[in-house]
């Protein structure tokens, strides 16, 4: 069943937009190594069994504005081995105070969307 939407922005008018069937967004799964994220990277699969701290490192956000990533605990571990989310530009923070931020909950997943300037999580 094709869903319509329809929506005004600026000069541009658009009356309907059908979509049906599925969404196909990059799946990157990651295991027992620190990640930098992709541009193309929707959701990071993360199944790390190594002790110790993992790290996923977000790109520019100038260089991504827009773009979303949400990092998934596929390994179920991060309440002993913590995942750290960090931003790569220089003077650009999560949730506009930090540098980073810890997951630290088996299980647990982290949504984050850029405006261009900054990472904020959802």
Known sequence: MARRFGWRSGDVHCRQLDFS???NLHIHSVSDTDYTVDKNDYLIHYTRSDTGTGAITLPSALLVAGN?????????????????IATEGTDEYIDG????????????TVALYTDGSHWYTY
């Open 97 to 108: 105070t930090d540098a980073d931020t810890t997951m630290s909950t088996n299980s647990q």
């Open 68 to 84: 979303t990533v949400i990092v998934n605990d596929a390994g179920n571990n991060c309440n002993t081995n913590n995942i750290t």
């Open 21 to 23: 069937g599925a969404q």
